[in-house]
């Protein structure tokens, strides 16, 4: 079975502090994907970032950044200068090997900042 | 292309009520899917479709339907609705291909009074 937890409930933090966005993961499976979403208050959920079990390279985009540890089943998500618009519930989500396969969610961390 | 679209946005119904939720997707997507949204408990899957004419359940399907007559279209119905299903439902769509991207719709808020 597939389990993500996202242990951090809700963060708040002073715009431009840097804040980390924990994921822990868990599944049998050799071949898994993972992601993250941003649910901003108007409710849609956006894409922000795919990762598939091979490729433990971090990545960087922006102000995002994101750090793969298959060694601690770990996919976190750092925001760097954190600004008012980065407010949101932020999900992680695990999916697994084959065409049918679901996305498991975690629970989301609702991030806060405030000037 | 409009990606994902839902209608309606929200709905209010009484309990026993049935309705159907639209799913749409222009993306030409095999795989489509409806979640459900309750607070504290993330996104949990209620059916999901991977073609035209095959769908199956997720892990929380009693109380809904599907069916797959089209690639573009995946109408969620609810049979009698009961205030258990007050939640915000989306639908979701992504290629064939193994761990593509789920794109996902604005979403439908339902309260069932």
């Known amino acids: 079975a597939q389990k993500v937890t996202q242990a951090q409930t809700e963060i708040s933090v002073v715009e431009k502090e840097d804040v980390t966005l924990d994921c822990v993961y868990e599944t049998r499976d050799t071949t898994y994907y993972l992601f993250w979403y941003k649910q901003p208050p108007s409710g849609e959920l956006v894409f922000l970032i795919r990762?598939?079990?091979?490729?433990?390279q971090n990545e960087i985009s922006g102000r995002y950044s994101w750090n793969f540890q298959k060694s601690t089943s770990s996919f976190n998500f750092t925001i760097t200068a954190s600004q008012v618009v980065d407010s949101a519930v932020y999900f992680c989500a695990l999916r697994g090997p084959g065409t049918a396969s679901k996305l498991t969610f975690g629970t989301g961390t609702r991030l806060q900042v405030t000037l | 292309n409009a990606g994902v679209t839902q209608t309606p946005k929200f709905q209010v119904l009484k309990t026993g009520q049935s309705m159907t939720l639209q799913c749409a997707q222009d993306m030409n997507h095999e795989y489509m899917s409806w979640y459900r949204q309750d607070p504290g408990m993330g996104l949990r899957l209620i059916h999901y479709?991977?073609?035209?004419?095959?769908?199956d359940q997720g892990e929380v399907p009693n109380g809904y339907n599907v069916s797959r007559s089209t690639t573009e279209d995946f109408p969620l119905r609810l049979l009698s609705a009961a205030p258990s299903q007050t939640s915000v439902y989306f639908c979701?769509?992504?290629?064939?291909?193994?761990?593509?991207?789920?794109?996902f719709g604005p979403g439908t808020r339902l309260l069932v009074l």
């Open positions: 979701a769509s992504s290629s064939g291909a193994l761990g593509e991207t789920q794109y």
């Open positions: 990762r598939n079990s091979f490729d433990e």
């Open positions: 479709s991977v073609g035209a004419g095959i769908t």
